[in-house]
């Protein structure tokens, strides 16, 4: 498929700089399945339009909330089916979502702990001083 140059698009390096991946992560979504395949230009060379840097800030969104590579590559293929796939898609996410509500809840007793042992080395250190 070709990319018309009148057509707004970004090379790889700018769509990776964009969504805050490096190249070879980019690259590798798309080798994984994760990112359909992507326009080029008369020169072959890949051309991101703004529905792909879309994808690629959802997906980027859904790795660094914790989903499984192997459950992003299930929502690529679920989203390719279309409409038909809507409510698999939600439950996918609705999943996702409670394991990271879970993770937060986790994340704030963590944080209690932390900040029990900041106040105890910050009254150490006044009752030195």
Request: glycine share 6%.
């Amino acid at each position: 498929m070709d990319i018309s140059t009148r057509e707004t698009s970004l090379s790889v390096g700018e769509a990776a700089e964009r969504v805050g991946l490096t190249t070879y992560t980019l690259r590798w979504y798309e080798q994984e399945g994760l990112v359909a395949p992507v326009g080029r230009d008369s020169a072959g060379r890949r051309r991101y339009t703004e529905s792909d840097v879309d994808w690629l800030f959802l997906l980027t969104r859904l790795r660094r909330t914790g989903m499984p590579v192997r459950d992003m590559r299930r929502y690529a293929e679920l989203a390719r089916q279309g409409d038909r796939t809507l409510g698999a898609r939600r439950a996918l996410f609705e999943a996702h979502r409670a394991r990271v509500l879970a993770r937060m809840a986790d994340l704030r007793e963590d944080l209690k702990v932390l900040d029990y042992k900041i106040d105890a080395y910050r009254r150490a250190e006044a009752e030195l001083a």
